[in-house]
């Protein structure tokens, strides 16, 4: 069955440190690859999106995400996270077409002073 | 361009009331979905419409009835609500071509039943 797995639930960072959100994926292809952010109380924004082509894609809010076919993963990085990062993350995935998007269940960012 | 919009965006009712959660689109998309989310579940697909004039079952589908009354706009109906279908509920749209194929989401409606 098709999955997307997000390993941490709560991640904690400092102001200024460098972030990293784990995806794996398990598709029998290269699915789409999507990275959500979702602040309190709002509904989901689009932070970036891998469909082919060069396997480091960049994205809003100076975040970039790393497409690894070998690993099955799309990582989520910042270099220098902001307060204004906390929110939930949620990595998804389809097939193209009209086949459904599956999410993980979210990755809760908190960022410390 | 409004993207998704959703109405109401609070509602409180009372166990066996029904109510029609509205979702409209004005991105020319032909897929729309009904999502709802709640606490360490993440999101979990109740309805979908691949095109207009159709309708599916996600994964959580009992208790909830959709129509795809137009291209544009795909409601969600709760029959007789329960404490169980206490969430917030996303309605979200996408055109599956190529790399426009990105689904956008509408702000939310959040639902308590008591």
């Known amino acids: 069955a098709q999955s997307v797995t997000q390993p941490d639930i709560h991640i904690t960072v400092s102001e200024g440190a460098s972030l990293e959100l784990r995806c794996n994926y398990s598709?029998?292809?290269?699915?789409?690859l999507f990275w959500y952010v979702q602040s309190p109380g709002q509904g989901l924004q689009l932070l970036l999106k891998?469909?082919?082509?060069?396997?480091l894609v960049q994205g809003i809010k100076g975040f970039e995400a790393e497409f690894k076919r070998s690993q099955s993963s799309f990582n989520l990085r910042k270099p220098s996270v902001h307060w204004s990062d906390a929110a939930e993350y949620f990595c998804a995935a389809h097939s193209g077409g009209y086949q459904k998007v599956t999410f993980g269940i979210g990755t809760k960012l908190q960022v410390i002073p | 361009n409004a993207g998704v919009t959703q109405t109401p965006k609070f509602q409180v009712l009372k166990t066996g009331q029904s109510m029609t959660l509205q979702c409209a689109q004005d991105?020319?998309?032909?897929?729309m979905y009904w999502y709802r989310q709640d606490p360490g579940m993440g999101l979990r697909l109740i309805y979908y419409s691949a095109s207009e004039g159709t309708t599916d079952k996600g994964e959580v589908p009992n208790g909830y009835n959709v129509s795809r009354l137009n291209k544009r706009e795909f409601s969600l109906r709760l029959e007789s609500a329960a404490p169980s279908q206490t969430s917030v509920y996303f309605c979200?749209?996408?055109?599956?071509?190529?790399?426009?194929?990105?689904?956008?989401f509408g702000p939310g409606t959040r639902l308590t039943v008591l």
């Open positions: 598709y029998g292809a290269t699915p789409y």
């Open positions: 891998y469909f082919s082509g060069d396997t």
């Open positions: 979200a749209s996408r055109h599956p071509k190529g790399e426009g194929d990105t689904q956008y």
């Open positions: 991105m020319n998309h032909n897929s």
